[in-house]
């Protein structure tokens, strides 16, 4: 018969169980959502919205999806306090922190020049 998890810590030495209390506990920081985090600095969903200025069911709607623009993301990011940091991960090198994008998402989108037409849609209106 096999053993429990806590059978088997409960084998392993005291400075054993807590490094490997204090890497899970990294693991878990490392894998928060959007949710996780905002639950973890005591934010509801509401005073989130309310910084963001949008309403309660946007953010619940931000929390379910598993990809948004990153502009949307570093509105929430900063509304919780933080500032959204893009690190691009390579294997056998450096962490690279990718930089400029902070700086293109506040152009207001006036200043970004027109934007191109789907050739989808010209060939549909012609």
């Known amino acids: 018969m096999g053993r429990t998890v806590n059978e088997k810590l409960a084998q392993v030495s005291k400075e054993r169980r807590e490094?490997?209390?204090r890497r899970a506990a990294e693991l878990i920081l490392e894998e928060y959502s959007l949710?996780?985090?905002?639950?973890a600095l005591g934010r509801t969903q509401a005073k989130l919205a309310s910084s963001l200025?949008?309403?309660?069911?946007?953010?619940?709607?931000?929390e379910q999806r598993s990809d948004m623009l990153l502009s949307t993301l570093r509105h929430c990011?900063?509304?919780l306090g933080g500032?959204?940091?893009l690190v691009a991960d390579?294997?056998?090198r450096p962490s690279v922190r990718l930089k400029g994008f902070a700086d293109i998402a506040s152009i207001p989108d006036t200043a970004r020049g027109p934007?191109?037409?789907d050739s989808s849609r010209r060939a549909r209106a012609s």
């Open 19 to 21: 490094k490997i209390e």
């Open 115 to 117: 934007r191109r037409r």
């Open 35 to 39: 949710r996780d985090l905002r639950r």
């Open 77 to 79: 990011i900063e509304a």
């Open 83 to 85: 500032q959204l940091s």
């Open 90 to 92: 390579f294997p056998g």
């Open 53 to 62: 200025k949008v309403g309660q069911d946007t953010v619940a709607r931000y």
